[in-house]
T-cell receptor, first 112, second 111 residues
Framework: KQEVTQIPAALSVPEGENLVLNCSFTDSAIYNLQWFRQDPGKGLTSLLLIQSSQREQTSGRLNASLDKSSGRSTLYIAASQPGDSATYLCATGGAGSYQLTFGKGTKLSVIP | NAGVTQTPKFRILKIGQSMTLQCAQDMNHNYMYWYRQDPGMGLKLIYYSVGAGITDKGEVPNGYNVSRSTTEDFPLRLELAAPSQTSVYFC??????????FGSGTRLTVV
């Protein structure tokens, strides 16, 4: 059974810093990995989707990498802003499965 | 562009009561899902549907039922509510089972 772990559970940084959020998974036979953002009281917003054949994806100040062999993904946020404050979730999708397996998330606070 | 609409946003149920959580999407997506999120935990899949008339169980289906009579709607039925069903419920849809659009959630408390 796939298990997804996100460390740390919470992170506080000053505005302008670059930061890295970590995600690890136990079963490397994934089809894709996604990063989501969740704001309090809101639903999830898809940030980046990495297919298993890809190594990274970029969108604006966000860059996500995937290393299937080591079971790890990272989300890099450049020049953090207070508006980046949210909980970030990673989730893996398995081949032939409609289910995403989610980590518990990292709660990010960017201090002005 | 309404996306995925969930109603109600909040609900308090007494133990043993029943209710239906509504979910509608206007993107003509074939795939629809129900997830629950317990405090401090990741989301877990309850049920999913790959098209009208086709549904299947996810990881945590006990105590729930679904139906999918149209492409747009995917209601989740709770029968005999229990305190263990206190959670935030998210409905989601996707065109190709990869890129998801989530609703804003229904926060349910069973007392």
């Amino acid at each position: 059974k796939q298990e997804v772990t996100q460390i740390p559970a919470a992170l506080s940084v000053p505005e302008g810093e670059n930061l890295v959020l970590n995600c690890s998974f136990t079963d490397s036979a994934i089809y894709n990995l996604q990063w989501f953002r969740q704001d309090p009281g809101k639903g999830l917003t898809s940030l980046l989707l990495i297919q298993s054949s890809q190594r990274e994806q970029t969108s604006g100040r966000l860059n996500a990498s995937l290393d299937k062999s080591s079971g790890r993904s990272t989300l890099y946020i450049a020049a953090s802003q207070p508006g980046d404050s949210a909980t970030y979730l990673c989730a893996t999708g398995g081949a032939g499965s409609y289910q995403l397996t989610f980590g518990k998330g990292t709660k990010l606070s960017v201090i002005p | 562009n309404a996306g995925v609409t969930q109603t109600p946003k909040f609900r308090i149920l007494k133990i043993g009561q029943s209710m239906t959580l509504q979910c509608a999407q206007d993107m003509n997506h074939n795939y629809m899902y129900w997830y629950r999120q317990d405090p401090g935990m990741g989301l877990k899949l309850i049920y999913y549907s790959v098209g009208a008339g086709i549904t299947d169980k996810g990881e945590v289906p006990n105590g729930y039922n679904v139906s999918r009579s149209t492409t747009e709607d995917f209601p989740l039925r709770l029968e005999l509510a229990a305190p263990s069903q206190t959670s935030v419920y998210f409905c989601a849809s996707s065109r190709d089972s990869y890129v998801y659009t989530f609703g804003s959630g229904t926060r349910l408390t069973v007392v």
